[in-house]
Antibody, heavy 118, light 113 residues
Framework: QVTLRESGPALVKPTQTLTLTCTFS??????????VSWIRQPPGKALEWLAR???????YYSTSLKTRLTISRDTSKNQVVLTMTNMDPVDTATYYC??????????WGQGTLVTVSS | QSVLTQPPSVSGAPGQRVTISCTGS?????????VHWYQQLPGTAPKLLIY???NRPSGVPDRFSGSKSGTSASLAITGLQAEDEADYYC?????????????FGGGTKLTVL
């Protein structure tokens, strides 16, 4: 059974750096073809793709956010970490991690709501 | 402004058929990339509904079907049920150098009357 779970702070202040951890089970990220992405959803708004890390270590970022994002993995811990710098209130959203195979996201975490406020 | 365009809302009565469109461009759907669909029930994470344009994951009722043509794709739901009331998103890949590689539609809210 594949599961993913996001963890991190529920509240961050403007200008701070956000660090989110995705802990997963039921698969290993070094399996060919598997990827883990971060996707966010502001309250009442659409899904927005942020970043992806692949089984071979390749990394991809949202063009509009790439200067603020870093994605990494710890294969031994089955974790993927996303850092986002210089947080702003517009970054308030539910952040999801999700697994993809052949570009379709077949498993999602429950999401974690991050509020940016002073 | 989402790269993939969906109608903000659709509605239908129980038992009816509804379709949700997803319009892209030559850098995504029109370039031949697959379209995937997700259902998001209120307060929950999205769930994969259709992958590879037309395929249903195990457990998804055959009332849900997908199609793709040119720069657009569609999700059809037949025999509408109250439990289908949710937000639906399409997703694809984009090869535009100025955009992100993974793109979602703006979402469509389905109301079952």
């Amino acid at each position: 059974q594949v599961t993913l779970r996001e963890s991190g702070p529920a509240l961050v202040k403007p200008t701070q750096t956000l660090t989110l951890t995705c802990t997963f089970s039921g698969f290993t990220l070094d399996t060919s073809g598997l990827c883990v992405s971060w996707i966010r959803q502001p309250p009442g708004k659409a899904l927005e793709w942020l970043a992806r890390i692949d089984w071979d270590g390749d990394k991809y970022y949202s063009t509009s956010l790439k200067t603020r994002l870093t994605i990494s993995r710890d294969t031994s811990k089955n974790q993927v970490v996303l850092t986002m710098t210089n947080m702003d209130p517009v970054d308030t959203a539910t952040y999801y991690c999700a697994r993809s195979i052949a570009a379709a996201y077949d498993s999602w975490g429950q999401g974690t709501l991050v509020t940016v406020s002073s | 402004q989402s790269v993939l365009t969906q109608p903000p809302s659709v509605s239908g009565a129980p038992g009816q058929r509804v379709t949700i469109s997803c319009t892209g461009s030559s850098s995504n759907i029109g370039a031949g990339y697959d379209v995937h669909w997700y259902q998001q029930l209120p307060g929950t994470a999205p769930k994969l509904l259709i992958y590879g344009n037309t395929n249903r994951p195990s457990g998804v009722p055959d009332r849900f079907s997908g199609s793709k043509s040119g720069t657009s794709a569609s999700l059809a739901i037949t025999g509408l049920q109250a439990e289908d009331e949710a937000d639906y998103y399409c997703q694809s890949y984009d090869n535009s150098l100025s955009g992100s590689p993974v793109v979602f539609g703006g979402g469509t809210k389905l109301t079952v009357l």
